[in-house]
């Protein structure tokens, strides 16, 4: 009976290791010029020849779904995700129920929420609510803060913040009369590292490509829809690269 | 004869034991329900001292209680200069620079930060962050205190004994603060309700008083008012809102919104007011990170009316200065928070009208409610 009873545990915690080892997430990674993030260090020239470090990232990613081979797609239930580049657990994303990488092809996820989603007021916790996105600039969330110092052409120290959310319609009172929803779908090849698939973003593509981008041009591009749509594209190019 | 001399020796069992516990039969904790439905759920309450209705009373009568000091010949409480009426700050009334002169003679460091909303800091106390949950410190060389695991630097209860002893604040002695409030026999059930032991010690006058501190909340200003449906902001603080949520003065990355309604991120940033950081207790000192020089905690906008003088040194008098300073007094260093776009160049630069609005919009921050909550008032 004892030996029975001590096999039955014995067996449960194999069962339990087996399926700790196993569980499949998602990792999230920050390039630079095709090189590992540093942070702080002003190390970096955009193709604009502006020296540049990298201090904050913050952004959700929603909807994600796996594509297998077979094109069977799993949705994600729940799944909207806050990554910051500072707060180590975000890094490292198990979904609630669960998904499976074997056989899976490919990612596609949102950039931000879709419009249903980005509701004002639905995080009432920090991280996730210091991303609130003014009402008067049409609420919600910023999808993305990257946040960087960068040398002007007299060596001095300026920043400039890549924020993007939802943008604004201005009326000739420069007063906002419409607002425009900038998420967009980004679907990745699944790149698979132990039981992770890693979502990789390369910082230095959202200032160099598609749009090559002068810091100096803007200080912060929340009521600012064009350049919104214009690092949007390079936001897109950052994480499929 | 017998029976008289076991009535007796019961009696007298019975009486002794209500001495040393006056009601043991009514330990009975009610929680304390802090209950803002609109602020966050993450609050900041030790596993250890979870807040109950007793123990925010007890923590009330402590933090009025000039024994605390532990020095008859210089009697001192927390509020004696933790003022209600500045949302526990001291004010400029007695303290013009809006810095103490402790029971030493020697001034605070900094300027004080106000004592509201606090449960719901989680990133850590003081202007640099000091006193947080992964402070392994225990004790205080400079203040003759021993490693002890009573006297740790990790939260709200880690600041009253550090009051007790610092010069620049009561400048006293922990065990005669303790002896003073044990000889006032009304504590004894105060302590027993609250803790469910008569003992009075350190570890639990801390807890009360941090209980209490905890307690303080304020949620009831004109924007509150406004925000609830309640009544209507005038054209220059709605004007001031919307200067205040965008790029245009960009207070809110760090300040927060009605999304936000502490009115601070509790980050710690530097706001481009200094290029020499030598000396300064700034959060470089807690995480031994250069690039932190010249980095304080984002302060609370809520009662920013009855808390001058401004930023961790009380150079600004006025609210005024301040938002003068934000238009047009920003200056550049290495060090800058990489949010303040507007030290681009130099400040907001907004209109003597903007500046006007921004302000009307500031004081709807104030809360007359809080300031005249009789609940948190001296009881004595």
Known sequence: MTKSIIGLILFCLVCFRVSAQTKDGIKFTFTCQDKALKLNEMIYYSSNKQSYKVCQCQFFLSNIEIIYKDKKRKKIENSIHYTDIEIPKSLVWYPENGFNLENADSLEFTFGFDSTQNRSYRFKNPPENLMFWPDYLGGGYHYMKTNILYLDKDNNINAFNCHIGRGQIYNSENKPIKYIDNDFRIKIPIKRVDNFAVINLDISTIFDYPNAVLFSDYGGIMNNQKAMKMFCENIKAAFEK | ?380
């Not at chain 2, 004869?1 to 076991?6: E, L, R, S, V």
């Not at chain 2, 759920?41 to 009568?61: K, Q």
């Not at chain 2, 245009?248 to 309604?261: I, K, N, V, W, Y």
């Not at chain 2, 007011?273 to 807690?286: A, H, I, L, T, Y």
């Open chain 2, 1 to 380: 004869m017998k029976t008289f001399f076991i009535f007796l020796l019961y009696s007298s069992c019975f009486l002794l034991s209500c001495a040393t516990q006056p009601s043991k039969m009514s330990f009975k904790p009610i929680p304390y329900d802090i209950g803002v439905p609109f602020f966050p759920d993450s609050m900041n309450i030790p596993e250890n001292n979870p807040m109950t209705v007793d123990g925010v009373r007890l923590g009330r009568y402590l933090f009025y209680d000039e024994r605390l000091s532990g020095n008859p010949s210089k009697p001192m409480s927390c509020a004696t200069c933790h003022k209600q009426e500045h949302s526990f700050e001291c004010g400029m009334e007695v303290f013009s620079d809006g810095r103490p002169i402790g029971n030493s003679g020697k001034k605070t460091p900094n300027v004080m930060l106000p004592l509201i909303n606090l449960v719901w800091n989680n990133s850590g106390y003081f202007w640099n962050g000091l006193i947080n949950k992964d402070n392994p410190q225990l004790g205080s060389e400079k203040y003759g205190v021993k490693p002890d695991s009573v006297f740790n630097m990790t939260n709200i209860e880690s600041t009253v004994w550090m009051a007790i002893r610092a010069p620049h604040e009561m400048d006293g002695d922990i065990s005669q603060a303790v002896k003073m409030i044990k000889k006032d026999n009304f504590y004894r059930e105060l302590f027993f309700k609250a803790f469910g032991t008569t003992e009075i010690n350190i570890d639990l006058i801390s807890k009360a008083i941090a209980q209490f501190i905890r307690s303080l909340v304020s949620f009831e200003s004109q924007f509150d008012q406004f925000m609830a449906g309640k009544i209507q902001l005038t054209e220059s603080q709605m004007r001031g809102l919307m200067l205040f949520t965008t790029e245009g003065a960009d207070c809110f990355h760090c300040h927060g919104s009605p999304a936000l309604p502490l009115w601070t991120t509790n980050m710690f940033m530097n706001n481009a007011k200094d290029v020499d950081f030598e000396g300064q207790n700034d959060r470089s000192v807690v995480t031994k990170n250069p690039m932190d020089k010249g980095k304080y905690r984002v302060p609370t906008l809520r009662n920013i009316e009855y808390t001058a003088p401004y930023m961790h040194d009380g150079r600004f008098k006025t609210l005024d200065e301040v938002l003068e300073f934000y238009n047009n007094g920003l200056k550049r260093s290495p060090y800058i928070d990489p949010l303040s776009i507007n030290t681009n160049h130099g400040g907001m630069h907004l209109t003597d009208n903007d500046l006007k609005d921004l302000k009307a919009f500031l004081l709807t921050l104030s809360d007359t409610a809080f300031i005249h909550d009789k609940r948190y008032s001296n009881p004595w």
